[in-house]
Antibody, heavy 121, light 107 residues
């Protein structure tokens, strides 16, 4: 069974840092693009960023709202995706989901349950 | 950035109704359009990708179509479990963007 499980969320003060993890199982992790998506309370979905697969040199893309503050990395030996979040702002408060970019269109065919990040003083 | 505009933002319908949700892209995205369903407190679920391809395991009452920059999600006969929020998404170019969502509620 394909599964994604996020962890690492919590309460952090503005300006602080947090590292989220996403543990993958049930598929060949290194073959896949992986994404982070967030959802602020009561709001819609916002794409955060992407890690391409090994075949595409693990290159990354980011939304403008997080570029320079957030960094996506992965460890294929641990089947894990990470999101390092620095200089956090109150507007970064959201549930953060990891998702698998599958197929030729890299649509998000599998999602984790999400982890809540609250940025507040 | 490519903007996706969904309409309507809110839809009230009854079990058995046929409903259509529209997603308009601000520029051409070929078939790089997906649809997701999200229920409260849950992660989104992929319904349709490549504009019209039904994801494995999704009931056949869901269908997608495209005409230029206009995309539609149709539910042929609403079931109680279909009441949720629906999002379109474009994967044609970065940044990947989502529509604002369509909330489908029971009349």
């Amino acid at each position: 069974e394909v599964q994604l499980v996020e962890s690492g969320g919590g309460l952090v003060q503005p300006g602080g840092s947090l590292r989220l993890s996403c543990a993958a199982s049930g598929f060949t992790f290194s073959d896949h693009y992986m994404d982070w998506v967030r959802q602020a309370p009561g709001k819609g979905l916002e794409w955060v960023g992407r890690s391409r697969n090994k075949a595409n040199s693990y290159t990354t893309e980011y939304a403008a709202s997080v570029k320079g503050r957030f960094t996506i990395s992965r460890d294929d030996s641990k089947n894990s995706l990470y999101l390092q979040m620095n200089s956090l702002k109150t507007e970064d408060t959201a549930v953060y989901y990891c998702a698998r970019g599958g197929g030729d269109y890299r649509h998000f065919d599998c999602w984790g349950r999400g982890t809540l990040v609250t940025v507040s003083s | 950035d490519i903007q996706l505009t969904q309409s309507p933002s809110f839809l009230s319908a009854s079990v058995g109704d046929r409903v259509t949700i529209t997603c308009r892209a601000s520029q051409g995205i070929s078939s790089y359009l997906a649809w997701y369903q999200q229920k409260p407190g849950k992660a989104p679920k992929l319904l349709i990708y490549a504009a019209s391809t039904l994801q494995s395991g999704v009931p056949s009452r869901f269908s997608g179509s495209a005409s230029g920059t206009e995309f539609t999600l149709t539910i042929s006969s609403l079931q109680p479990e279909d009441f949720a929020t629906y999002y379109c998404q474009q994967l044609s170019s970065y940044p990947i963007t989502f529509g604002q969502g369509t909330r489908l509620e029971i009349k």
